[in-house]
């Protein structure tokens, strides 16, 4: 049976009815008498009234005083830029409109993007234009000057010249822009006792430290996975964590998609200690604790035969049958099989993973090795350096570019303290945040839209980052505030002059043209790098029975709680839990039960000697001795919408546990927290109507047809499938499951392409989250390691739309190109359209959601979708506003839109190309291919909905070893 | 016991419901004439500018292209208003010192653009689009009317999306030859004939031009 929640699974009552309800109770009206209601009435109608007599306001034609080259006002121009998230630049394609960006998208050709983006890319435009984002430079927190803090600076700079910068520190986060490392290199030069330090709590410590135990010298790995056939994952969470996880997605579901007739398909083992995107998506998946993954690892290779068996074993014999299992299966795949280890695990396991993708004869295949792009020094002990010094009081300047290392320092390090011992502390960062609020200057930081950079993607191909407006405040890049003491140039005169410099030839201004529209320099790519393996000795740490541990990870949605205050990030139900607005403690069904706690009982955990309160989340899939926390959340100095939100797990992180926490002690409190999640919303009957299908692979290749069948057979129709044949596009949806990596990136995608509102805590709680697509997730089998399944659901479009039926005002119909309309200026919101629609995919303005009056929001909105008020009924009409922008462009032209020209944004977003969207009147379309396929199924078909949104069934490719 | 009501109750009562009668339906027509009115459509009434331009004097007067200053109209949704540019190109040889200009060269000189009423404003949840109409052989005069008999620029329509349906339920009434489209005075010898002929040689899909979604979205 598939399930979704723990409660469903336990067939709760409340659960019961709460599914076969629309909407929540409180989602109407309190109950009113009649003297009220009526009272009510008159007034709304008196109110009613009052608007119907305004007259249109007069609007303003603002033309430009002088046309800027290319752009036509009304239509949108697209440019290249390149973000970059712990050091490694991934690149973007931005649509800009008369000036202001409105939507970031994937570049196609950047190695490290291919077209796709992630949620925090996407997120990044409202980050953009966050009315809480510093806006000031502050001198001790009072308003002051670029220019005073200049000169300020100067002096200072100028004061340590004598001797050779002494006590000049500066912090940075993961660089790997040459041009800031070459500022860096300059200052270093000119102040040779000035020293430089690089930390940023997610960084890649663990995999260089594996990789110079492993080769003797700090490499970065870089995996192949269309190439592979076996994938083990060490708790890796390639997919989503990983710095190139957009690449890694694409070239996964490119081993899986069994629908294009291939032979054979990619089988991936998980290992983890807390269910992640990766781990959702194994076909074996082990739950284990963080100390038992080097314990694991271990045995494995023992079983492959790199080693003689140490220890007797501890394993429990259905772990040993794993390991067995996978053992055989790796040992059957010498050269495509691939061993990733997650950044969390200590070096040992990187160790292990190297030698065994080294013995079954996988380097060089589907896994290379390159210089690393980022300085691979640990920046753990580079903050170590520093806070010795700070301590010390030897610290005279600290500048700190970008980074909040009060908040994410390791709790036993005492950064605050240590901060207010500089004499003097410069903080460059884009909003005002806990390490601003102890430095003398605060230096508003310009958005990455807003300013000229570079960086390296993974591979190394060097990427451009180019503004798409000029800076909103007062703002600087880390580039302008290093080059005060130098020659004090604007960021793209730096950027521009370095590359000048490194690339000096006739052709130099062609090449850098060329690179700023494709958005990186063509064949930049770090070459390959030949690698061998020391010797090795490793004995695995043995926990103590019964002890329980936590492991931190970054927050999936607001990573390290840098975007604490974007509020699509702190919204989006994260992967699995879909948890929104809080991090919790998750751990497992059969802890909880053995401590008594439920959802949102909260918790007092120690570690050593450090206490932290905070709810715990039951979380099916997690290993039963460990404790999953992510941080990030809780932040203090935050705007409007990071208030409040989150527990700081950094205040239990120490230098010495910085992964995993050994020893915990945890404590009811009888204290409750009211968490919310999204996984028990929008439920549909689950069990006896196989809306979720899934086979194996070798079920498919014995009965092809085995998602047609379902248990359900359709009812007698009178309905005449010929009535949507028309003779123009008819447009159709499929979604193939099997690539579909649950990542959420569609969900932010269609939020920021259709001026989607967030709707608060509060409002979710009650159900009302606005999402026109969501990521359902099914679990199958037992709460303590299920399957998991990620199925979006967007608007199905059905031909024989049960909402249409029941609008008294005809606000929801039909196009002639087969689309489901919603007309929101003929909505009056009687909500009827949601209480009939059996996809639960309808969406309903209890309020006024969208902010029409903060002004700095509005150049976010997407110009040519309507902004939709109180009152109105709102839902997916795959991107209409796409669909006409082409039709009219392609009919200007005179020819047909062609198959692929016009994607949803959805479907652009998916880093795994899940999604395909076209016309399923073209039998040549890939939708129409898509939909010929055996796996095809709709939805619900057996109300004769006629979905034009339809979906490829699941398939999974389990070890025959592991599933008799 | 008296009568509660008098004699006249009944007249009293039947002359208060025809009032109430009359007082009703004129209030509906007092209404109806005002959503139709120029006062609430602003059709026909001329907006104060910046500049008091005259499309009279430059289209009728000088034979100035619409294109001229509206350069996007067929290729964008928006038809584009000149630049201050656009205006100087002229402006700074003919009438360079007229104060009724003084507001342009400030505009050049200041580099704050200026800021033009909107009288054509369709509704923020229509999105019309300018290029597919021109492409599609809807001429300007259309729906912006005798533009170069216009000293100072009004609305020759309503804008009611009655009057755009009219169009779009039978467009063989409207459309034109791609030629005259922005002949602000040509007259088809019979419409009827002509516009069958074109809707079909321009690909009107007239089976989906009502359709909510081709102006909402």
Request: glycine residues 6%; aromatic residues 8%; neutral net charge.
């Amino acid at each position: 049976m598939i399930w979704r929640s723990l409660d469903e699974l336990a067939a709760v009552p409340a659960f019961q009815s709460a599914r076969h309800n629309e909407f929540p109770p409180g989602a109407t009206e309190p109950p009113v008498n009649r003297r009220d209601f009526l009272k009510l009435m008159a007034a709304s109608m008196a109110l009613a009234s009052l608007p119907a007599c305004t007259r249109q306001p007069i609007e303003k034609i603002v033309p430009y005083v002088k046309q800027p080259e290319e752009l036509v006002p009304g239509n949108p121009l697209f440019y290249a830029t390149a973000m970059t998230l712990g050091g490694f630049a991934s690149g973007l394609m931005i649509e800009s409109h008369e000036g202001h960006p409105t939507k970031i998208e994937g570049n196609p050709g950047h190695p490290s993007s291919l077209g796709a983006t992630n949620v925090l890319q996407q997120a990044a435009l409202l980050d953009l234009y966050d009315p809480d984002r510093s806006q000031t430079v502050l001198n001790h927190g009072q308003p002051s000057t670029w220019e005073s803090f200049a000169t300020a600076f100067q002096a200072q700079m100028q004061s340590v010249q004598a001797n050779h910068g002494r006590g000049v520190h500066i912090l940075t986060e993961t660089i790997s822009s040459p041009t800031l490392r070459s500022q860096l290199q300059t200052l270093l030069g000119k102040y040779p006792e000035a020293r430089w330090h690089q930390y940023e709590p997610v960084n890649r410590d663990n995999a260089f430290a594996g990789a110079r135990l492993a080769f003797g010298e700090a490499v970065e790995m870089h995996c192949h996975f269309d190439r592979a056939k076996v994938i083990l994952s060490l708790d890796s969470d390639f997919l989503y964590g990983h710095p190139d996880n957009l690449r890694h997605a694409l070239a996964f579901a490119d081993g899986r998609r069994a629908q294009s007739g291939r032979a054979d398909m990619n089988r991936l083992y998980v290992v983890e200690s807390s269910a992640s995107v990766t781990g959702s998506n194994a076909d074996h998946r082990l739950p284990l604790n963080a100390t038992g993954i080097a314990r694991f690892a271990y045995e494995l290779a023992t079983r492959l035969g790199l080693m003689a068996a140490g220890s007797p074993s501890e394993l429990t014999p259905e772990t040993r049958k794993w390991i067995y299992a996978l053992a055989d299966d790796l040992l059957q795949n010498e050269g495509t099989s691939l061993v990733i280890a997650g950044e969390n695990q200590p070096p040992d396991v990187h160790v292990l993973a190297h030698n065994i993708n080294d013995f079954l004869g996988n380097i060089g295949h589907t896994v290379t090795f390159t210089e690393p792009v980022i300085n691979p020094a640990s920046q753990i002990e580079s903050l170590r350096d520093l806070i010795a010094a700070l301590h010390a009081g030897s610290v005279e300047t600290l500048l700190i570019l970008g980074g909040n290392p009060t908040f994410t320092a390791p709790a036993d390090f005492d950064f605050p303290a240590g901060l207010l011992k500089a004499k003097s502390c410069i903080h460059l960062s884009t909003e005002v945040n806990e390490t601003s609020a102890l430095c003398e200057w605060h230096i508003p930081q310009n958005h990455f839209l807003e300013s000229w950079s570079d960086g390296r993607a993974f591979d190394g191909t060097v990427s451009i980052v180019q503004p798409l407006i000029l800076p909103l405040y007062a703002g600087k890049s880390a580039h302008e505030v290093l080059d005060v003491v130098t020659l004090g140039r604007s960021d793209y005169d730096i950027v521009h002059d370095f590359w000048s410099q490194k690339m000096a030839g006739l052709d130099f201004e062609k090449n850098w043209r060329q690179a700023l529209h494709d958005g990186y320099f063509a064949n930049t790519r770090l070459p390959e790098k030949r690698v061998s393996l020391r010797t090795f000795q490793i004995t695995p740490v043995a926990q103590k029975t019964g002890s329980l541990e936590i492991t931190f990870s970054p927050d999936p949605n607001i990573h390290d709680g840098r975007f604490a205050n974007n509020a699509w990030l702190q919204e989006l139900p994260q992967p699995v839990t879909k948890l929104t607005w809080d991090n919790a403690a998750l751990l497992s069904p059969g802890f909880a039960a053995k401590e008594g706690l439920a959802n949102g009982d909260i918790v007092d955990l120690e570690l050593n000697g450090r206490r932290l309160s905070l709810p715990v989340w039951i979380t099916p899939g997690q290993p039963d001795d460990s404790i999953a926390l992510h941080f990030g959340g809780g932040r203090s100095h935050v705007g409007r919408v990071g208030k409040n939100a989150g527990f700081n797990t950094y205040t239990l992180r120490t230098s010495d546990s910085l992964y995993i926490g050994r020893d915990v002690r945890m404590q009811k409190t009888g204290g409750h927290y009211p968490l919310v999640t999204t996984q028990t919303q929008h439920a549909i009957d689950s069990e006896e109507r196989q809306i979720f299908r899934e086979g194996t692979f070798a079920d498919f290749k014995a009965d092809p047809e085995f998602a047609k069948k379902s248990s359900e057979t359709p009812i007698e129709t009178l309905f005449k499938p010929e009535e949507f044949k028309t003779d123009g596009y008819r447009w159709g949806m499929a979604i193939d499951l099997t690539a579909c990596i649950g990542c959420n990136a569609c969900i932010l995608a269609c939020q920021s392409e259709n001026n989607i509102p967030v709707v608060g805590k509060d409002q979710v709680s009650k159900g009302r989250i606005m999402h026109w697509i969501r990521v359902d997730t099914y679990f199958r089998g037992t709460p303590e390691n299920p399957d998991m399944n990620h199925q979006p659901v967007p608007c199905m479009q059905c031909e024989n739309a049960p909402c249409e039926l029941v609008c008294p005002v005809g606000a929801t119909v039909h196009d002639k190109e087969g689309l489901n309309l919603q007309v929101y200026n003929r909505c009056v919101g009687t909500r009827y359209c949601s209480n009939n629609c059996p996809y639960k995919v309808r969406r309903f303005n209890f309020f006024q959601y969208a902010d029409y009056h903060d002004t700095t929001l509005k150049p976010l909105w997407n110009p040519n979708v309507t902004v939709r008020s109180r009152g109105v009924m709102e839902k997916c009409t795959y991107c209409i506003q796409r669909i006409s922008m082409a039709r009219i462009g392609s009919e200007e032209q005179g020819h047909k839109i062609q198959d692929g020209q016009l994607k949803t944004a959805c479907q652009q977003v998916c880093p795994a190309r899940a999604i395909v969207f076209g016309d399923i009147g073209d039998p040549k379309s890939a939708v129409s291919k898509l939909k010929a396929n055996n796996l095809n199924f709709s939805m619900l078909g057996e109300l004769n909905t006629r979905p034009r949104t339809t979906y490829l069934a699941k398939l999974r490719n389990p070890n025959p070893q592991l599933t008799t | 016991m008296a009568q509660i009501f008098s004699r006249r109750s009944d007249s009293i009562l039947r002359a208060s419901l025809l009032l109430l009668l009359v007082v009703t339906l004129a209030g509906a027509f007092v209404l109806h004439t005002m959503y139709w009115s120029p006062y609430a459509t602003r059709e026909t009434v001329p907006l104060d500018q910046p500049v008091p331009f005259s499309h009279k004097h430059h289209v009728y007067g000088l034979g100035i292209d619409c294109r001229f200053c509206h350069t996007s109209v067929e290729k964008s949704a928006f038809a584009g208003v000149p630049t201050t540019e656009t205006c100087m190109t002229c402006h700074s040889q003919i009438w360079k010192d007229a104060p009724i200009l003084a507001p342009v060269r400030q505009s050049l000189a200041t580099g704050v653009p200026l800021r033009w009423n909107r009288v054509y404003d369709t509704p923020d949840f229509v999105f019309f689009n300018h290029g597919i109409h021109v492409s599609k052989g809807i001429g300007c005069a259309t729906c912006h009317g005798q533009l170069d008999q216009m000293p100072l620029t009004w609305k020759s329509h309503n804008l009611y999306m009655k009057w755009c349906l009219e169009c779009h339920r039978a467009p063989e009434k409207f459309i034109r030859p791609r030629s005259e489209i922005f002949n602000l005075n040509w007259q088809a010898e019979d419409q009827l004939v002509l516009g069958k002929k074109l809707v079909a040689e321009y690909e009107v899909h007239t089976n989906q031009l009502t359709d909510c979604s081709m102006c909402h979205r």
